[in-house]
């Protein structure tokens, strides 16, 4: 099973960039999770980005992002997106995709990606 | 939005000895709390969910208990390998899932 993120890079503030996650190797279809973005700040600690269910119907945000980043995903291709919009300082950070572990009251990120950096710089 | 605080920032424990780590939620989370381990230059790992169930092929040396806003996981005799930090988090109430601040397991 693996996720690999791509698309990471530095760019200037109030630029965009877009990430990439691709999933192979599930038992299951991915089309079955839901799946997240988590970001991790040089040296701090985990922070959750964005989620988007397994039909892509429900999106959800943290307010350190809203309006600014959008998350997708093609389940046709295995992949989940997050488009970056006037990006800040603030933003860089390494960013993981994470799958969802759902089964009755039992939760998780069971599988996460190895993480993309992105540095927001002048 | 529910805060979870972890303590202490750091635990220095010799190979061998008992590591107990605690997570407080600002609010109930019922037993929604999970933990990740992460090693430096890696991605975070599940070890536990549902306050005490073990992810697969998490070693038994590792436990989770606790429930409401009171949380702890405990390394009943840790190896070279669990050296490292651990992050709880609560799914309880979300939008946001919201993870504590860490606590740095190192050699004493």
């Known amino acids: 099973v693996q996720l690999v993120e791509s698309g990471g890079g530095e760019v200037q503030p109030g630029r965009s960039l877009r990430l990439s996650c691709a999933a192979s190797g599930f038992t299951f279809s991915f089309s079955s999770y839901g799946v997240h973005w988590v970001r991790q700040a040089p040296g701090k600690g985990l922070e959750w980005v964005a989620a988007?269910?397994?039909?892509?119907?429900?999106?959800y945000y943290a307010d350190s992002v809203k309006g600014r980043f959008t998350i997708s995903r093609d389940n046709s291709k295995n992949t989940l997106y997050l488009e970056m919009n006037s990006l800040r300082v603030e933003d860089t950070a390494v960013y993981y995709c994470a799958k969802e572990y759902a089964q009755g009251n039992d939760y998780g990120f069971d599988y996460w990606g190895q993480g993309t950096l992105v540095t927001v710089s002048s | 939005e529910i805060v979870m605080t972890q303590s202490p920032a750091t635990l220095s424990v010799s190979p061998g000895e008992r590591a107990t780590l605690s997570c407080r939620a600002s609010?109930?989370?019922?037993?929604?709390l999970a933990w990740y381990q992460q090693k430096p230059g890696q991605a975070p790992r599940l070890l536990v969910y549902s306050a005490s169930t073990r992810a697969t092929g998490i070693p038994a040396r590792f436990s989770g208990s606790g429930s409401g806003t009171d949380f702890s996981l405990t390394i009943s005799s840790l190896q070279s390998e669990d050296f490292a930090v651990y992050y709880c988090q609560q799914y309880n109430k979300w939008p946001p899932w919201t993870f504590g601040q860490g606590t740095k397991v190192e050699i004493k």
């Open positions: 988007i269910s397994y039909d892509a119907i429900n999106k």
């Open positions: 609010q109930s989370v019922s037993s929604n």
